[in-house]
C-alpha cells in the first residue's frame, strides 16, 4: 500500500463522574500523513513542543504494538503530523496520537483487526480506555474494562447542545495529574460516583439538561486535582451561572469543559473565559460540536 492519511479528533474524558470511563469526540483534529520509508521517522507540522520525532513517537509505539498483535512485519514510514489539538491540555492528544497509529498499521497490513481489537491495543499503549474509546468511535463514549480488553458503547450526543472550553495557556501532564488522586475512596463517594454517571448517561441519551445539571459532579478525581488547576471552582460556578447545564475538568486538565444549549453557549464560555481571567489564570474559550466520527482513514 502507497501513502495513506489518517484523522484522529481530540476527546474530552471524565465528564464529572465518569473516570476513566467517559469521554466525547471533539472537532479538534490531528492528521497524519504516511508513504513507505527506511526508518520511522516523524516530521512535526504546528505545535510539537516536546514530542518526540523518531520511533518513540506514540503514534510509531502504536503502530509497532499493532503489528506486533498481529504477528506481522509493519514497514517502516515517514509520518507527517499536523494536530490542532492542545498538548497536555487534558484534550486526548496523547490518544489521538495512539489511536492514530493503531488504524494506520490496521489499514497498512489489510485491516486484521476489528475496532474493538485497535480498542484493545490503544488502551494498551495509553494505560486506560476513555479517551482512546471516544477517539476511535467518535460521539460519546462509555468504555469499561473486561478480561478480554475494554468494551466500549457509543452514544449520539444531542445536537442541541454544545461544549464549551476553556483551554488554559499552562500545561499539566497526566502523569502529574494522576500523581496527586488517592489511593483509596470511601464506599459513599464510590457510590455517589456510580449513582451521578448512570444518570449522565440517562441525560445525554434522553436529552435532558436538567437531570445532567444534577449528573455532572464528581468524588473521585476533580477535588484532589484543584491544587493543580487553579480556579477551577470559580470557572465552573461561572459556567453553570451564565447557563451551562454542568461543568467539569477536562481529563486529566487544566481544560475545562461545560456543556450548554446552543443559544447560551457563546455567554458561558465567555464567562469562564473571564472568571479565569480574574483569577490569574487566563485561557482560551471555544464552543464546538461533540464531533460524530472517529478516527478515519483517507487513501
Known sequence: MGEIRVRVPASSANLGPGFDSFAVALP????????????????????????????????????????????????????????????????????????????????????????RSLLRIASEVEGHADNVAAALYGAFTVALPDEGGPVATRLVFPRTWRVCLLIPGRLLSTEDARAVLPSQVSREDAVFNVAHGAALIAAVMRADGALLALAMADRLHQAARTKLVPALGEIIAAAREAGAFGAALSGAGPSVLAVAPTRLASRVVSAMEEAAAAAGVPGRGRVVRVRAAGAQVLR
Open 28 to 115: 479538534l483534529l490531528a492528521e497524519y500523513d504516511l508513504r513507505p520509508a527506511k526508518v520511522w521517522s516523524v516530521a512535526i507540522e504546528g505545535d510539537g513542543q516536546g514530542i518526540p520525532a523518531d520511533d518513540e513517537n506514540l503514534f510509531v509505539i502504536s503502530a509497532r504494538a499493532a503489528a506486533k498483535a498481529a504477528g506481522r512485519e509493519l514497514v517502516a514510514q515517514h509520518v507527517t503530523q499536523r494536530s490542532a489539538i492542545p498538548i497536555a491540555r487534558g484534550l486526548g492528544s496523547s490518544a489521538a496520537a495512539i489511536v492514530g497509529g493503531a488504524v494506520a498499521a490496521n489499514a497498512l497490513l489489510g485491516e486484521p483487526f476489528d475496532r
